[in-house]
């Protein structure tokens, strides 16, 4: 079945950067768009952006642009982000989530906390 | 940006009853709305995509209508596990925007 693992929790440092990563199985990961979106604690959800693993086009969220990176690796069938220049408006939980638009499957979340 | 507007904020059911979610696009969206369940320290799970079709393995209970700016996420048959957060969420228009989420709880 499809499966999307993410990476652990981060707690790092102010103006610190980090890369969250998305492992995926049971689906054609190569010919498929993965979303990345953001959740404060009891807010709503945010979306940042998304990539076709074909050929690593990308679409972002204005707000998002210069925050975020997403890139993909094929061979393993994973996903990333890079968050860059950290503050503590960044500490939140993030999900990837295949699709475009309307998504089927998402991960698990990873909590990112911003803190000295 | 679509603003999306959800109604209501946070309601209770009893075991049994039918009950529905409101979404208003600040402009039309085509029919590309998806309604999404979250409960608490999970991941948003899928319920209904272009507005009316069900995801596969979610009950039949659950059903979604709607047309150009308005749509509605119907529960009929309240049941303990549909407590959770409830999002609409519009895949039209760049950049892609959620509902603000209605709390369901069971009366």
Not at chain 1, 3 to 23: F, H, Y
Not at chain 2, 16 to 43: D, F, H, M, R
Request: net charge neutral; glycine share 12%.
């Amino acid at each position: 079945q499809v499966k999307l693992q993410q990476s652990g929790a981060e707690l790092v440092k102010p103006g610190a950067s980090v890369k969250l990563s998305c492992k995926t199985s049971g689906y054609t990961f190569s010919t498929s768009y993965m979303s990345w979106f953001k959740q404060i604690p009891g807010q709503s959800i945010e979306w940042i952006g998304m990539i076709y693993a074909g050929d690593g086009g990308t679409g972002y969220n204005q707000k998002f642009k210069g925050k975020a990176t997403l890139t993909v690796d094929t061979s393993s069938s994973t996903a990333y982000m890079d968050l860059s220049s950290l503050t503590t408006e960044d500490s939140a939980v993030y999900f990837c989530a295949r699709g475009m638009g309307i998504t089927y499957y998402w991960g698990q979340g990873v909590m990112v906390t911003v803190s000295s | 940006d679509i603003q999306m507007t959800q109604s209501p904020h946070s309601l209770s059911a009893s075991l049994g009853e039918t009950v529905s979610i409101e979404c208003l696009a600040s402009e039309g969206i085509s029919n590309y709305l998806a309604w999404y369940q979250q409960k608490p320290g999970k991941s948003p799970q899928l319920l209904i995509y272009y507005a009316s079709s069900l995801q596969d393995g979610v009950p039949s209970r659950f059903s979604g209508s709607g047309s150009g700016t308005q749509y509605s996420l119907k529960i009929s048959n309240m049941q303990p596990e549909d407590e959770g957060v409830y999002y609409c969420q519009q895949g039209y228009k760049y950049p892609y925007t959620f509902g603000a989420g209605t709390k369901l709880e069971l009366k």
